[in-house]
T-cell receptor
Framework: QKEVEQNSGPLSVPEGAIASLNCTYSDRGSQSFFWYRQYSGKSPELIMFIYSNGDKEDGRFTAQLNKASQYVSLLIRDSQPSDSATYLCAVGSASKIIFGSGTRLSIRP | ETGVTQTPRHLVMGMTNKKSLKCEQHLGHNAMYWYKQSAKKPLELMFV???????ENNSVPSRFSPECPNSSHLFLHLHTLQPEDSALYLC??????????????FGPGTRLTVL
């Protein structure tokens, strides 16, 4: 089992809809959770981080964390073509951060 | 200049060459990281430095040699590389490495091609 697992996609979502990206992790001791966006040929860019169970909202983005079920998700409301990118989930424990392989999101006009 | 910078942005080298990648962070951070990103693979952590001391070496071949002269600069020295080493090499920094809750900020990367 991979330590951080994401569906590779591509996930195709119509413009204006909600895009939902999911990530599961294996280490129950994980303490911090990050979502990065990576455009093709560019470096990862931090979108959000979350440490506590529940939802955290920032503009059109909402991160959801459920430690009991060991998953973290990212919702993107009112999806725009500029949201088309690969989204990386990263999970941190006391000693390390592990990245998932990413989900490719495509917003179709 | 702010953030994390990397030079060069693109590098093509032969298998017998020696080259170095440079990373500089202007965020006042104490931890710096080298990652390798190959096509369709997760980010692979290579090295971690915390307060200039190397704290992790994830079984990286000796043809990659890191150097961290101070908390703001990180180098990756390359020699006798193989074609499979072609990848995007990313540098990142964070406040410090005492916990995994530390947010990492990435540089733009160096696209390396080994012929």
């Amino acid at each position: 089992q991979k330590e951080v697992e994401q569906n590779s996609g591509p996930l195709s979502v119509p413009e204006g809809a909600i895009a939902s990206l999911n990530c599961t992790y294996s280490d129950r001791g994980s303490q911090s959770f990050f979502w990065y966006r990576q455009y093709s040929g560019k470096s990862p860019e931090l979108i959000m981080f979350i440490y506590s169970n529940g939802d955290k909202e920032d503009g059109r983005f909402t991160a959801q964390l459920n430690k009991a079920s060991q998953y973290v998700s990212l919702l993107i409301r009112d999806s725009q073509p500029s949201d088309s990118a690969t989204y990386l989930c990263a999970v941190g424990s006391a000693s390390k951060i592990i990245f998932g392989s990413g989900t490719r999101l495509s917003i179709r006009p | 200049e702010t953030g994390v910078t990397q030079t060069p942005r693109h590098l093509v080298m032969g298998m017998t060459n020696k080259k170095s990648l440079k990373c500089e962070q202007h965020l006042g951070h104490n931890a710096m990281y080298w990652y390798k990103q190959s096509a369709k693979k997760p980010l692979e952590l290579m090295f971690v430095y915390n307060f200039k001391e190397q704290t992790e070496n994830n079984s990286v071949p000796s043809r990659f040699s890191p150097e961290c002269p101070n908390s703001s600069h990180l180098f990756l020295h390359l020699h006798t590389l193989q074609p499979e080493d072609s990848a995007l090499y990313l540098c990142a920094s964070s406040q410090d490495k005492t916990s995994g809750s530390d947010t990492q900020y990435f540089g733009p990367g160096t696209r390396l091609t080994v012929l």
